[in-house]
């Protein structure tokens, strides 16, 4: 089956603009992740979604960041005003858990390939 | 703050060669510890820990974990070209968030 996928691959913006960066997960996976990943780290956890509700977003680091999943399905990740500093690598995950406080082992997470966002 | 350091960040080596990237972790709540394979941009899942001293397998790859002194080795035996890539560690907490370490680059020349 089809695995995660994020769209575009690359998007380059000017300072100051508004971006959206999309997720698509794997059908029928319930939790979905947004990491940043700069060059020469690793994936930076941003927020956490169960179904459509944001379960964990402390990881966002300021409130030009905003993600939303109003199906429970596809996620859009949209950052305003951007700034220089936003460039990164943005990857998304999902998994098929329900949630992970409800016990048992971790659910792998599948990864898509990532937009690089470029803000000139 | 909950933190994953891992060593060394970047590693070359020849292939046939063996390697050991190291692992150490700083976290309230553990659950499990994760390594990934990342080439390119998407890390691809290898192994999940959850108890010490018992060592996860996969080919030329093997894993184990030290909940005493909260860390994890992953070693890879006899080194080829594709096994190129960075390495992440990661630990999954309760608290439903996984934290990744920075990574190890491992570049192996023929």
């Known amino acids: 089956g089809a695995g995660v996928s994020q769209t575009p691959s690359n998007k380059v913006t000017e300072k100051g603009k508004y971006v959206e960066l999309r997720c698509d997960p794997i059908s029928g996976h319930t939790a979905l992740y947004w990491y940043r990943q700069s060059l020469g780290q690793g994936p930076e956890f941003l927020i956490y979604?169960?179904?459509?509700?944001?379960?964990?977003d402390s990881g966002l680091p300021n409130d030009r960041f905003f993600a939303v999943r109003p199906e429970g399905s596809v996620s859009t990740l949209k950052i305003q005003r951007t700034e220089r500093g936003d460039s990164a690598v943005y990857l998304c995950?999902?998994?098929?858990?329900?949630?992970?406080?409800?016990?048992?082992?971790?659910?792998?997470?599948?990864f898509g390939p990532g937009t690089r966002l470029t803000v000139l | 703050e909950d933190k994953v350091v891992q060593s060394p960040l970047s590693l070359v080596v020849h292939e046939g060669d063996t390697v050991t990237l190291n692992c150490s972790y700083e976290v309230t709540n553990f659950r499990s510890l994760l390594w990934y394979k990342q080439e390119k941009k998407a890390p691809t899942f290898l192994f999940m820990l959850t108890s010490s001293g018992i060592e996860k397998k996969s080919g030329r790859l093997s894993s184990i974990l030290d909940k005493k002194e909260l860390s994890s080795i992953l070693n890879i035996t006899a080194t080829q070209t594709g096994d190129s890539a960075i390495y992440l560690c990661?630990?999954?907490?309760?608290?439903?968030?996984?934290?990744f370490g920075p990574g190890t680059s491992l570049s192996v020349i023929p």
């Open positions: 979604f169960q179904g459509t509700g944001a379960a964990d």
């Open positions: 990661a630990v999954d907490t309760s608290y439903d968030k996984v934290i």
């Open positions: 995950a999902s998994s098929r858990t329900k949630g992970l406080r409800e016990g048992g082992s971790y659910n792998e997470q599948f």
